[in-house]
């Protein structure tokens, strides 16, 4: 039975390569709608509702899943802040342990992948809007139950509460990703649809600058109160039961307040309407497709179309009702969405599954690729920093002995047990915690977070200049040297005076990512599939990436329990470079081209090309309307093409 069928809306389905199973009167409709959308350019409503939700899912996410794990563990989760993960350990866990973090990790990533496919799902089934704000919800719950775990420090309930909330956000988390980019994608102009897109996953490494931002003035407010540094926090054990409070509270402050923009931005939300191109061809109502359209951008100057002005058309020709008060029948049955019959049309009779191929396979090793790099363990940036050998625990410390009348410093005992978790740097041991926190989150905002806005903001600027999927390509070989670089580098100047050309390689790296593969992996999986699977391809596409991260993390793991040596990062380096070359293989190969080149005469003899987008609706027919538009489709035709080129090369260079 159909999951259109009595039990549920019986939406409509893969509308086919020519659209051919829409009637004339919905086709004329939808040339309206396309009309009405590329009468316009970048939507700020649209923009701050989908990038509010985004920057606060990147806030909250920025604030664990690894808080608790040792060195050897802790080395994958990208988006983990350092002063929570510090903080928590210093808390909780001071001696390090393996088996929380795993657990914790492997919980919140489950909670994405459920999430991305599921809210992926429904949100075809149901409506856009029907879902968004529910994930919202679910984050804002868990936030506020993260931050209320246990009663405290002591609580031995902490955990199993931590994994809980952690896993009910990792859904929420990974909803966004699906519907966010969806619903810009359909809500967007033709040629605003790339920035737009670029802009709402501009808010990814902002949101996670802004926690850490936050984290450091919480950590401020704290100092300037409560005077750790003084009180000689996680050196001596005077105040120690004093610190550990302190410190509990700075992690539950600094995470409950992601709520706050979670909440401000759920407002907006439930006050959206339905994309017109859902209501359209899928829900079959064009009259509310027309209706919503207007309302967020308002009634064209003229309602007559003017089919001339548009480059794009779809490949089925207007034609005139008549007058006829009923629209035309379509001279097909209508396709009935997740049917059977439906499904095998478009990914098995159609070969669309190529493009999710594609789509998954890309987001897989970008993200295996983008967790390699490890910067969220417990000392990797701190070692990259820096320039010195680790200093060794004797009796020549400063701090060996306490400094404050009647306590007991705590760092002889690290001479039998080694550092502990919180104590990220091994050539300042003498440093509080309030120090360590204080110098990862400056190492973390200088390496990670201004380099991947600026990388993103200049995807922005050019994101109607170049080709996405030949520039996913690049940017993955692009990575995969950089990759080999900078682990070569790493072993060269390791624990040298210049150290820092590593941390310069490592920010190149992040800019590198949001310039390319990291963002184009969000976007095309919004733009390339039909309006009626659009956000369960994306869902499934992002829900691979969270399988890459996995992996690289049995991986790390693998590594740093088998390969015992200080210089094993650089090891990474070189090994999850060449995993970025697989992922530009399947971009070069799998994925459609989502612009094309455009010639048009100047009108003084000369040409003028340049990059026009697709729309949404031509896109959406997926791999037979590219082969019928003259476009090379098959790994094959690609494959001739390009030797096709090497030869017509050759003569160049001899003559």
């Known amino acids: 039975m159909p999951l259109g069928s009595s039990l549920g809306p019986r939406n409509r389905g893969f509308l086919g390569a020519d659209s051919s199973a829409l009637p004339t009167q919905d086709l004329q409709d939808r040339h309206q709608l396309r009309y009405e959308l590329d009468l316009n350019s970048w939507n700020f ?26 060195a050897n563990t802790r080395r994958y989760n990208l988006f983990s802040t350092n002063v929570i993960l510090a903080s928590i350990a210093f808390v909780y866990y001071p001696n390090g342990r393996e088996w929380p973090g795993l657990l914790i990790n492997l919980f919140t990533l489950l909670g994405s992948v459920i999430g991305q496919l599921s809210f992926g799902f429904l949100a075809d089934y149901y409506g856009r809007t029907r879902l968004y704000g529910i994930e919202l919800v679910l984050v804002i719950v868990s936030t506020i139950g993260v931050a209320t775990s246990s009663h405290g420090y002591n609580d031995m309930s902490f955990l199993g509460l931590f994994i809980w909330w952690r896993f009910v956000m990792g859904i929420g988390i990974g909803a966004e990703y699906p519907l966010s980019a969806v619903i810009t994608s359909e809500w967007s102009s033709t040629q605003s649809r790339g920035t737009m897109l670029a802009s709402v996953f501009l808010m990814q490494p902002v949101g996670q600058a802004l926690a850490q931002l936050v984290g450091l003035w919480v950590l401020l407010g704290f100092e300037d109160s409560k005077k750790l540094r003084d009180l000689r926090c996680g050196l001596d054990t005077l105040h120690e039961e004093e610190c550990r409070r302190a410190v509990d509270g700075i992690w539950r402050i600094v995470i409950g307040s992601g709520a706050i923009p979670a909440l401000l931005a759920i407002i907006f939300r439930f006050f959206l309407f339905d994309c017109g191109l859902y209501s359209l061809e899928v829900r079959n109502k064009p009259q509310v497709a ?14 007559t179309m003017h089919h001339q002005s548009l480059h794009h058309q779809s490949s089925f020709p207007l034609q005139s009702t008549n007058g006829n008060l009923h629209p035309e029948p379509s001279p097909r049955p209508m396709p009935v969405q997740f049917s059977r019959e439906d499904l095998h049309n478009y990914f098995i009779r159609d070969r669309n599954w190529v493009y999710l191929l594609g789509t998954a396979a890309t987001w897989f090793f970008l993200d ?191 590594i740093n329990k088998a390969y015992k040596d200080h210089t094993r990062q650089g090891l990474i380096f070189l090994l999850f470079g060449s995993v970025a070359v697989v992922g530009a293989l399947f971009s070069w190969a799998y994925l459609p081209d989502s612009q094309r080149w455009v010639v048009e005469p100047t009108g003084d003899g000369r040409e003028k090309r340049f990059l026009e987008t697709k729309n949404l609706e031509e896109l959406g027919e997926g791999r037979e309307r590219a082969r019928q538009a003259g476009e090379l489709v098959t790994f094959k035709e690609r494959w001739s093409e390009l030797r096709n080129r090497r030869r017509e090369r050759r003569p160049r260079l001899e003559a």
């Not at 649209?46 to 899943?65: C, E, K, R």
């Not at 027309?290 to 309602?303: D, K």
């Open 290 to 303: 027309i209706l919503n359209t207007q309302r967020v951008y308002g009634t064209p100057a003229s309602p």
């Open 45 to 70: 409503r649209i923009w701050g509702v989908a990038a509010s939700g985004f920057l606060t899912d990147s806030y909250v996410s920025s604030l664990g899943a690894a808080q608790f794990q040792p």
């Open 368 to 558: 295996v690729s983008f967790y390699g790099l490890s910067l969220d363990n417990k000392g990797t940036l701190s070692d990259m920093w820096a320039t010195t050998p680790p200093v060794p625990i004797n009796e020549k410390l400063e701090c060996w002995n306490s400094s404050l009348p009647g306590g007991t410093s705590t760092v002889p005992g690290w001479r039998k047990t080694g550092l502990p978790t919180w104590q990220t740097d091994s050539t300042h041991p003498c440093n509080t915690i309030y120090d360590v926190l204080i110098e990862q989150t400056k190492q973390y905002l200088l390496t990670v977070s201004l380099a991947s806005i600026a990388g993103s903001i200049c995807f922005i600027a050019f994101a109607n200049r170049i080709p996405r999927r030949r520039w996913l390509t690049a940017s993955f070989i692009i990575l995969a040297v950089l990759f080999l670089i900078t682990g070569g580098v790493y072993y060269t100047v390791h624990r040298d005076k210049a150290a820092a050309a590593t941390v310069v390689f490592v920010a190149i790296c992040h800019f590198m990512f949001n310039f390319g593969a990291n963002t184009l992996t969000f976007i095309i999986p919004a733009e390339i599939f039909p309006t009626c699977y659009r956000c369960t391809c994306h869902g499934i596409s992002a829900a691979a990436g969270k399988l890459g991260s996995i992996v690289a993390v049995l991986v790390v793991f693998g």
